[in-house]
């Protein structure tokens, strides 16, 4: 039997075991904290700092390949590991979108559009940027942003004075895309081949993922495929190999990259019962060796983020038990507003439907 080694013990390490178990192998994970949600389920526990490198090191040791859930691990503990152990995916594509200069880089070498960009480390530096780009604009800090944490939005010239705090740490600042909407796609990549997973559009609030819409109904197969193409390309074309999420805004027929998460994704839990094979299942299949498997949607699916203000909701409909309605709550002990809690999966509806039966049961 093998054994898959998480680094990372949230609501993505929870899953990834889930489907570890259902083919047949073993996990050990490791996270700082003694409650993580992976634990309730994982075969093994490492209670450590992500930096670890002593945890780390018997986190490799005791496993036949490891996976990560978590964005924010170094590379001047993970590269040496690397070189030692199974790591498929590798330090590589987490090193490529650590920082948000080097991450939309990258993208534009891979091939795909960004929103136009400009390094801002002070205030000389972002008002050139703001005179290169425009306004209005995103600043943002380039390492350890998520979320939409560590983000102005610059609408007037008035608004750099305000930005001026932010610049202790480096910055980018983005042109501001007035986009459609978003929309993001999840790919599982055996090195040669690539599985794709359906595009939803998404739906954010206050930064965070609210709504995912599966298929996302606003574009059509072209604009779908092409999207999905791009991803494809891009992954090959930088060799990443395990599961890559990318978010795109979607402007008219174009569309820009946003980022990118070389892990499962918010936007990609409805895969597990709205698709015929999931993203964490994908990914393990990755990760054993074995053949990926390409997903087709069962049905129109919702998913709905489940935060600290939604959690009573959340429960209720969990309690009616209805058909096509899968709740799923992290087992997180503490619960807060803005604080991902689970999720609900609507398999079998579409956007109408939901606004119409459901979007009232939830906090606006
Ligand atoms: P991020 O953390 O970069 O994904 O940003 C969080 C959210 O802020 C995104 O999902 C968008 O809704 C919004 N946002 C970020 N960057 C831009 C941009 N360049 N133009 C317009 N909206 C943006």
Redesign the pocket.
């Given at each position: 039997m093998k054994t898959i080694g998480i680094i990372g013990g949230g609501q993505l390490g929870l899953m990834i075991i889930e489907q570890a178990h259902l083919l047949g192998a073993r996990t050990v994970c490791l996270d700082p904290a003694a409650d993580a949600p992976a634990f309730a389920l994982s075969d093994e526990r490492i209670v450590a700092a992500y930096d670890d490198p002593a945890a780390l090191e018997e986190l490799c040791r005791r496993s036949d390949a490891v996976t990560y859930e978590f964005e924010n691990v170094p590379g001047s503990v993970l590269i040496p590991l690397e070189k030692r152990y199974n790591i498929p995916q590798g330090f590589r594509p987490l090193y490529d979108s650590q920082d948000?200069l080097r991450e939309k880089e990258n993208a534009r070498a891979g091939g795909l559009a960004t929103?136009e960009y400009a390094a801002a480390d002070d205030e000389a530096s972002l008002r050139a940027a703001v005179a290169k780009i425009g306004l209005p604009?995103?600043l943002?800090t380039r390492t350890l942003?998520?979320?939409?944490?560590g983000?102005l939005?610059l609408k007037t010239e008035a608004d750099i004075e305000k930005a001026l705090p932010m610049l202790a740490v480096p910055c980018i600042l983005?042109?501001?895309?007035?986009?459609d909407f978003?929309a993001s796609v999840v790919l599982v990549s055996d090195g040669s081949r690539v599985v794709t997973f359906p595009i939803g559009r998404?739906v954010?609030r206050d930064?965070i993922?609210d709504l995912c819409f599966v298929p996302a109904g606003e574009m059509d197969d072209e604009l779908r495929g092409r999207m999905a193409a791009a991803g494809e390309r891009f992954m090959l074309t930088c060799g990443y190999r395990g599961i890559l999420a990318i978010?795109f805004?979607v402007k008219g027929r174009e569309f820009f990259f946003?980022?990118m998460a070389p892990r499962p994704h918010n936007s990609g839990h409805y895969t597990i019962e709205g698709c015929t094979t999931n993203q964490f299942r994908e990914l393990v299949r990755f990760l054993l060796g074995e053949p990926l498997q390409e997903p087709r949607l069962v049905a129109p699916t919702v998913m709905k983020n489940i935060l600290g203000q939604d959690l009573e909701a959340a429960e209720a409909i969990a309690a009616e038990n209805r058909p096509g309605v899968h709740v799923r709550l992290y087992g997180k002990t503490e619960s807060r507003p803005k604080r991902k809690m689970g999720h609900i999966t609507f398999v079998g509806m579409t956007p109408a439907e939901y606004g119409a039966v459901w979007a009232d049961r939830f906090v606006k």
């Amino acid at each position: 039997m093998k054994t898959i080694g998480i680094i990372g013990g949230g609501q993505l390490g929870l899953m990834i075991i889930e489907q570890a178990h259902l083919l047949g192998a073993r996990t050990v994970c490791l996270d700082p904290a003694a409650d993580a949600p992976a634990f309730a389920l994982s075969d093994e526990r490492i209670v450590a700092a992500y930096d670890d490198p002593a945890a780390l090191e018997e986190l490799c040791r005791r496993s036949d390949a490891v996976t990560y859930e978590f964005e924010n691990v170094p590379g001047s503990v993970l590269i040496p590991l690397e070189k030692r152990y199974n790591i498929p995916q590798g330090f590589r594509p987490l090193y490529d979108s650590q920082d948000r200069l080097r991450e939309k880089e990258n993208a534009r070498a891979g091939g795909l559009a960004t929103p136009e960009y400009a390094a801002a480390d002070d205030e000389a530096s972002l008002r050139a940027a703001v005179a290169k780009i425009g306004l209005p604009a995103v600043l943002k800090t380039r390492t350890l942003g998520y979320d939409g944490h560590g983000q102005l939005v610059l609408k007037t010239e008035a608004d750099i004075e305000k930005a001026l705090p932010m610049l202790a740490v480096p910055c980018i600042l983005e042109q501001f895309v007035p986009f459609d909407f978003e929309a993001s796609v999840v790919l599982v990549s055996d090195g040669s081949r690539v599985v794709t997973f359906p595009i939803g559009r998404n739906v954010h609030r206050d930064g965070i993922l609210d709504l995912c819409f599966v298929p996302a109904g606003e574009m059509d197969d072209e604009l779908r495929g092409r999207m999905a193409a791009a991803g494809e390309r891009f992954m090959l074309t930088c060799g990443y190999r395990g599961i890559l999420a990318i978010e795109f805004f979607v402007k008219g027929r174009e569309f820009f990259f946003n980022e990118m998460a070389p892990r499962p994704h918010n936007s990609g839990h409805y895969t597990i019962e709205g698709c015929t094979t999931n993203q964490f299942r994908e990914l393990v299949r990755f990760l054993l060796g074995e053949p990926l498997q390409e997903p087709r949607l069962v049905a129109p699916t919702v998913m709905k983020n489940i935060l600290g203000q939604d959690l009573e909701a959340a429960e209720a409909i969990a309690a009616e038990n209805r058909p096509g309605v899968h709740v799923r709550l992290y087992g997180k002990t503490e619960s807060r507003p803005k604080r991902k809690m689970g999720h609900i999966t609507f398999v079998g509806m579409t956007p109408a439907e939901y606004g119409a039966v459901w979007a009232d049961r939830f906090v606006k």
